[in-house]
């Protein structure tokens, strides 16, 4: 059974909303959630406790993330930030996901991706730029419904979500990027 680690750094109390507590919501109404973990960083240190503890398949990190001299960090409840060094140094768990989703604006450029690589991800689906949080809220759950419930893999899956929001709606803000071993992969719609 493929089973998903979400990790949610935004703060409720400060943005009175939540992308990743609503996906979290929509998974309990998928009836998923022998599948999926919830667990909310307080912090950076927290964080870095709960992502040496993730053992799953899967791991979904919400929040907010920045692009600033040509360098891509998360960015903690706080508002401090997490750069790709401290990922390399401070995730030292052996039961590393196959698939990593960022859920955080301008979190889906190179050095990040590469980062999450070379610790041993497979596939990285992260925003380019920034995206609006009803987009995520609307687009993740249906990805995570194809491949948790449907078995779908991440690239179909990946492919089905974003291809159905987009005939939907159109446009999906941030343009989400789905990475396998580090390589863009583009997606036809046909």
Known sequence: MSTLSIIDLTSEKQEKMSETWLLWELIRIF???????????????HFFELLNHVNSNYLHIGGHGVRENGRTYLVTPRGV?????????????NCIPELVVLSACQSGHIDLVKT????????????????YWEDAAVYLPFFYKLLLSEGKTPRVSYRNSICGYKEAFRKISGAWRFYEDGNFISVDCG
Do not use: H, M
């Not at 009836?31 to 240190?45: C, H, M, N, Q």
């Not at 930030?81 to 768990?93: A, G, M």
């Not at 610790?119 to 730029?129: D, Q, T």
């Open 116 to 131: 999450l690589v070379e610790k041993g991800v497979r596939y990285v689906i992260a925003p380019l730029y920034d995206t």
């Open 31 to 45: 009836e998923l959630t022998k599948e999926v973990e919830f667990s909310y960083a307080r912090g950076k240190k």
């Open 81 to 93: 930030y997490i750069s790709t060094e401290e990922i390399k140094e401070n995730w030292v768990c």
